[in-house]
């Protein structure tokens, strides 16, 4: 009877195990299908190479792709392999939080282009430029890289050889283990959301005014820096990972699986989703070139002006 039971649990495990990753990794082929697509479009249109704005958005596309591509290979190592070489796991993790890092960035930087381009109208051709654009990416990964190098230099510094040739499971908290990088990285995430929540507040509210003017663009332009602040809350969640982890274990330890299951999917894949909807799906302008592409449908006529 024992053994009966036993093979029931790992046959339940691995029928749960198989629709999991099964799930996992058929909702980051449809996004990232989504997101390749939207690149696609970009680079076969000019119109688009030459606007700030879908430079700028282009970046966070391709940032999201990278992100889902590593969460969904550590999802499925973690069930396949359960450790990996720590060595590679550094490497994951360091592409992780770059992309993390630069997420909420570039979010803030898009909500400035739409400020300028509502509440300052004349200077938007000289303000906006597609150097800036490339600069303001520039700075978002030496920011980026600024909050991971130093927890590179502490590991190299507090750990032996021997951690690096070891397995672990491949979690930030068990690589970049020292009480330096876990005070660091708070202190460094703090900063960083209070900068990038000012940025959006600013903009919004400066937006909001102008949009009681009754200018259309306006208030397309409040609504889409509405939209980048709920982005940046899906993004925070990630922050706030662990600690629903480790409520769950406390109080749920039945429904442990499917409750963490359940987080990586709100805090990795959802807001991986909303980009493609924000911009590729509604903006007119950039749906009407990614229609083109995807369904043989000619773009539509009309003006570069769109703010979701």
């Given at each position: 009877m024992n053994v009966s039971g036993s093979n029931h649990e790992q046959e339940s495990w691995y029928r749960d195990a198989f629709i999991k990753n099964l799930t996992v990794v058929l909702l980051g082929i449809v996004i990232n299908y989504l997101n390749g697509s939207m690149v696609h479009t970009f680079h076969r249109e000019e119109v688009l190479r030459a606007n700030p704005r879908y430079v700028l958005f282009i970046h966070l596309v391709v940032n999201d792709m990278i992100q889902l591509f590593i969460a969904v290979s550590l999802f499925i190592c973690t069930y396949v392999f359960l450790t990996i070489n720590v060595s590679v796991c550094c490497l994951l993790m360091t592409a992780a939080v770059f992309t993390?890092?630069?997420?909420?960035?570039?979010?803030?930087?898009?909500?400035?282009?739409c400020y300028v381009a509502v509440c300052l109208p004349l200077r938007y051709a000289t303000v906006c430029t597609l150097r800036r654009a490339h600069l303001a990416i520039g700075l978002m990964w030496a920011t980026s890289a600024l909050t991971v190098l130093?927890?590179?230099?502490?590991?190299?510094?507090?750990?032996?050889?021997?951690?690096?040739?070891?397995?672990?499971?491949?979690?930030?908290?068990?690589?970049?283990?020292?009480?330096?990088?876990?005070?660091?990285?708070?202190?460094?995430?703090?900063?960083?959301?209070?900068?990038?929540?000012?940025?959006?507040?600013?903009?919004?509210?400066?937006?909001?005014?102008?949009?009681?003017?009754?200018?259309?663009?306006?208030?397309?332009?409040?609504?889409?820096?509405?939209?980048?602040?709920?982005?940046?809350?899906?993004?925070?969640?990630?922050?706030?990972?662990?600690i629903m982890l480790k409520g769950f274990m406390q109080h749920f330890p039945e429904h442990f699986n499917m409750l963490r299951f359940l987080s990586f999917i709100l805090t990795q894949i959802l807001p991986r989703v909303v980009n493609p909807i924000l911009y590729g799906l509604r903006d007119k302008t950039f749906r009407g070139y990614l229609k083109k592409y995807i369904l043989g449908k000619s773009r539509p006529c009309g003006r570069m002006k769109s703010f979701s």
């Open positions: 993390t890092q630069n997420t909420p960035l570039n979010l803030a930087t898009m909500a400035v282009e130093p927890d590179l230099i502490i590991l190299l510094a507090t750990e032996p050889l021997s951690f690096f040739l070891s397995r672990v499971y491949c979690d930030r908290d068990r690589v970049f283990r020292s009480i330096y990088s876990v005070a660091k990285r708070d202190a460094t995430n703090i900063v960083l959301l209070v900068i990038v929540w000012l940025t959006l507040l600013y903009t919004y509210f400066n937006i909001l005014f102008a949009a009681k003017s009754a200018s259309k663009d306006a208030k397309k332009a409040r609504n889409t820096v509405l939209l980048h602040g709920f982005q940046v809350l899906l993004c925070m969640m990630v922050y706030v990972q662990p």
